[in-house]
């Protein structure tokens, strides 16, 4: 049962586990690897340095106001992506690095087609369970159910 990898991952989280059995014949996974990107779920003003109504452009004090005040710049969105990004390269790094002959994925529904399809076709091809689920905070010992059902 070594030849198979589980990967769980959310946008703040990615965890590899390998199934096991243990000297009475029970399965487990063990984990492998895990990533934790605490910063993801920070405040905007918390990662920027600008904040609205501080910034002035030119000709400051004589009543000009930089461009840009309030504006939605897509911050948000575009660190999701950034991190979905991050996340395809992870998982192909874990497929890379482990041997396996079959991996399953669990990721949440919102982002789990995002990361598929930035994978290669090699990593689809072998990967045989797919749940659109956030299992990041299952605990070890009832994870593999999930995808044994």
Do not use: C
Request: glycine share 6%.
């Amino acid at each position: 049962m070594s030849s198979t990898l589980i990967i769980v991952a959310d946008l703040q989280r990615f965890k590899l586990f390998s199934p096991k059995k243990d000297p009475v014949g029970r399965e487990s996974v063990g984990l492998i690897e895990s990533i934790d990107t605490l910063d993801f779920h920070q405040r905007l003003n918390e990662k920027v340095s600008d904040q609205q109504g501080h910034f002035r452009g030119v000709g400051a004090g004589q009543g000009v106001i930089g461009s840009g005040s309030g504006e939605d710049h897509n911050i948000e969105l575009e660190e999701e992506h950034r991190r979905i990004k991050e996340i395809a390269a992870q998982i192909s790094s874990a497929l890379q690095n482990h041997p396996h002959e079959n991996w399953y994925f669990a990721a949440p529904k919102a982002i789990n087609n995002q990361i598929v399809e930035l994978l290669n076709s090699a990593a689809k091809s072998s990967m045989t369970v797919n749940l659109h689920s956030d299992l990041t905070n299952t605990p070890d010992d009832q994870l593999l159910k999930h995808f044994t059902k």
